[in-house]
């Protein structure tokens, strides 16, 4: 850690300490190369007082971090409160052969959900791992981090599925790498501001400018447009690569779900299945459009948030073709038959009507502001553009609501919805914990409500949308009938 800490503090830094060392000293503004020098000083001697009062401890009933030397933390976490214990090796903890145990409580998302033990060697990682996602025995006593002990040999988990590159025509289609790609993109123009750097002064600038200025409009946009999306599919499969390599889902002889991926983060998700309360099929429009693909996921009590990956957390694998991931959720579900795939009982022509006018009404805005512009003197098309997105507007409503639709069976309470990102979940009878009826003014109107079966599992609760009020109750008595009974006229 005394090399870790402090060159991974510097690895932030890189890309502006390469800015100010290449356009920083040329202009004379030497102040600017003092203060980088001083941060990587102040940098490499806060990982060692990092390193000398970090101690971590574990006993029958907690785990314990001790850190800190002018604001001294003492955190602590039960043991019977852990629910996932995830390992993640970044690239220069991996060239030490160390790894961060994140231990997760499922209280809460962000740092007070559990604790970082960064970082411990990877045989104690992998001890860590299995020990604290079992419940500690009556009168056993683990041993402490000073004396760890020899570690069993782990036995080999059941594999249940690992990466097939075949995915990779999904990563272009995916809005979490093309935001990352963007985000990336404006945060190279900000340092480049902040470096008060001009793109038009770099080498071969004025040579492009001059091209595309002399070239015909048309051409120009062409261009922008192709390199844009080059730039895009390109950097999204490399993010896809790095996020993917390695991927293996295995089921682990102490019954946990293991995922294992990462090309320069190695990252290991372990959910016990005692934990897990149901499973997801994600669908967004791109990747079931073009390709026609799926990504299952997991409701698990504690999971959400614990990868630091929100859009990832209870990823099962990469997108994946439809039938794959329903495959691979009914494996998890440990269920004979598909447990997110099969029909579903279609929800009233009310709730269609709904669906219509939410999709429709606010694209009318958009013809209304385009028509007041043109009466004023603008151009027209925008008129044009706006109309055009109102005709998208009604089979985006339709498929809304073809997207909605529930089944109850012996086992699981399943509802779909949404068109953007169509979601398909199955949750465990005996994961709900309570229920919420909601009603809007306008579903009043229309005679329908929305139930949410809450859960300690994922975003807390599962959504079955514009639901006729009697098969609402139909569905709360048949799961919990005595928790509603009470509310039954």
């Known amino acids: 850690m005394l090399v870790v800490a402090p060159a991974t503090a510097l690895l932030k830094l890189a890309p502006a300490l390469v800015v100010l060392l290449l356009f920083g000293a040329g202009r004379g503004n030497a102040v600017q190369l003092w203060i980088a020098a001083g941060i990587a000083v102040l940098a490499v001697g806060a990982g060692v007082v990092r390193w000398r009062t970090t101690r971590y401890r574990i006993t029958e009933e907690r785990v314990e971090l001790h850190s800190g030397l002018l604001n001294r933390q003492r955190r602590s976490v039960p043991r019977d409160r852990i629910r996932t214990v995830d390992l ?64 069993a040999e782990p036995e080999a988990g059941e594999e249940l599925d ?20 963007g985000a990336a993109a404006a945060a190279l123009w900000n340092l480049l501001r902040e470096a008060d750097v001009d793109p038009r002064t770099l080498p071969g600038a004025d040579a ?25 599919v390109a950097g999204s499969i490399v993010l ?59 409701l698990t009590v504690g999971l959400a948030g614990a990868d630091g990956e929100a859009s990832h957390a209870g990823a099962l694998g990469p997108p994946v073709p439809r039938a794959h991931a329903h495959r691979i959720a009914t494996t998890a579900a440990r269920t004979g038959s598909a447990v997110t795939d099969g029909p579903l009982t279609a929800h009233p022509r009310r709730a269609r009507t709904r669906r219509l006018v939410r999709a429709v009404g606010p694209a009318l805005v958009l013809p209304v502001a385009a028509a007041v512009l043109a009466h004023l003197g603008g151009p027209s098309w925008p008129l044009v553009v706006a109309a055009l997105l109102v005709v998208v507007a009604v089979p985006l409503g339709l498929d809304r609501y073809r997207a909605l639709g529930h089944r109850l069976d012996e086992r699981y309470l399943v509802a779909r919805s949404g068109s953007l990102l169509r979601t398909t979940a199955a949750l465990r009878r005996d994961g709900v914990i309570g229920w919420r009826v909601r009603q809007s003014l306008f579903q009043r109107r229309a005679g329908v409500v929305t139930l949410e079966a809450t859960t300690a599992a994922g975003n807390g609760a599962v959504q079955v949308l514009d639901l006729a009020p009697s098969d609402a109750v139909a569905l709360m008595a048949e799961i919990s009938p005595d928790a509603v009974r009470g509310f039954r006229a």
């Open 88 to 151: 993640t090796a970044p690239l220069l903890h991996r060239l030490v052969g160390v790894s961060v145990v994140k231990v997760g409580s499922g209280q809460s998302a962000g740092k007070e959900s559990g604790l970082d033990l960064d970082a411990v060697t990877t045989t104690e990682a992998e001890r860590l791992r299995r020990e604290l996602l079992s419940r500690p025995a009556a009168g056993t006593h683990p041993p402490t981090a000073g004396a760890p002990g020899p570690a």
């Open 162 to 181: 690992r990466i097939d590159w075949a995915s990779l025509r999904y990563a272009p289609l995916t809005v979490s790498s093309l935001a990352a790609i």
């Open 208 to 232: 492009v400018a001059g091209e595309l200025t002399s070239a015909p409009v048309w051409a120009s946009v062409l261009v922008g447009v192709v390199l844009l999306l080059f730039l895009m």
């Open 240 to 298: 896809f690569v790095e996020r993917w390599w390695g991927f293996r889902l295995t089921r682990e002889p102490d019954g946990t779900l293991r995922v294992r991926r990462g090309l320069l983060t190695r990252r290991s998700l372990s959910v016990s299945e005692q934990r897990l309360r149901g499973v997801t099929v994600t669908e967004p429009l791109l990747v079931r459009a073009i390709g026609k693909g799926a990504q299952a996921g997991a």
